[in-house]
T-cell receptor, first 114, second 116 residues
Framework: DQQVKQNSPSLSVQEGRISILNCDYTNSMFDYFLWYKKYPAEGPTFLISISSIKDKNEDGRFTVFLNKSAKHLSLHIVPSQPGDSAVYFCAASSNSNSGYALNFGKGTSLLVTP | SAVISQKPSRDICQRGTSLTIQCQVDSQVTMMFWYRQQPGQSLTLIATANQGSEATYESGFVIDKFPISRPNLTFSTLTVSNMSPEDSSIYLC?????????????FGPGTRLTVL
């Protein structure tokens, strides 16, 4: 059963515009959320995270928003750059399961066009 | 973060054989995990590699199929036993408990396995 869902398998955005990647989760025990970026033939790279006690976390061009009541989070990239083209994975964890193991979505492939 | 390497980076194997994947970290880490990413799917946790004791497996994964060793705090191996084409996946190790946020995990480059 997929507890973390990324319903958009792909997204195309023009350079300089905002990219918004969405993620939904079903397990209310999740209390920490992460975004990873993955290039082909490489492992996922940690991008940004947010604790369930917050509703926003910002790091440079990347901002993650958390809506706990809707069990929804999103990653905003502003402005988008061609180098941002990659697959983005949303992940969630709970301190009560598997010692901080991560539950991943299927990923959204972002293409930023010049 | 940490520098994580995996060997081999890729392999093509015959069904019925076994492959051992190595994960080496450049510093001692508390937590090590093994994940699998099947084609078109998300990353799925196979097990938590425990130093000095048996690994903790997730539902659907068993020790006979995926034996794991973790002899020290910088090294772990995952063996994929008696392989079938369904085992064709990317296998990734990750480490956690490094930074100020305990939940953050850092991944190795992955091992791309194809079983014929």
């Amino acid at each position: 059963d997929q507890q973390v869902k990324q319903n958009s398998p792909s997204l195309s955005v023009q350079e300089g515009r905002i990219s918004i990647l969405n993620c939904d989760y079903t397990n209310s025990m999740f209390d920490y959320f992460l975004w990873y970026k993955k290039y082909p033939a490489e492992g996922p790279t940690f991008l940004i995270s947010i604790s369930s006690i917050k509703d926003k976390n910002e790091d440079g061009r990347f901002t993650v928003f958390l809506n706990k009541s809707a069990k929804h989070l999103s990653l905003h990239i502003v402005p988008s750059q061609p180098g941002d083209s990659a697959v983005y994975f949303c992940a969630a964890s709970s301190n009560s399961n598997s010692g901080y193991a991560l539950n991943f979505g299927k990923g959204t492939s972002l293409l930023v066009t010049p | 973060s940490a520098v994580i390497s995996q060997k081999p980076s890729r392999d093509i194997c015959q069904r019925g054989t076994s492959l051992t994947i190595q994960c080496q970290v450049d510093s001692q880490v508390t937590m090590m995990f093994w994940y699998r990413q099947q084609p078109g799917q998300s990353l799925t946790l196979i097990a938590t590699a425990n130093q000095g004791s048996e690994a903790t497996y997730e539902s659907g994964f068993v020790i006979d199929k995926f034996p794991i060793s973790r002899p020290n705090l910088t090294f772990s191996t995952l063996t994929v036993s008696n392989m079938s084409p369904e085992d064709s996946s990317i296998y990734l190790c990750s480490v956690g408990g490094l930074g100020r946020i305990y939940n953050e995990q850092f991944f190795g480059p992955g091992t791309r396995l194809t079983v014929l």
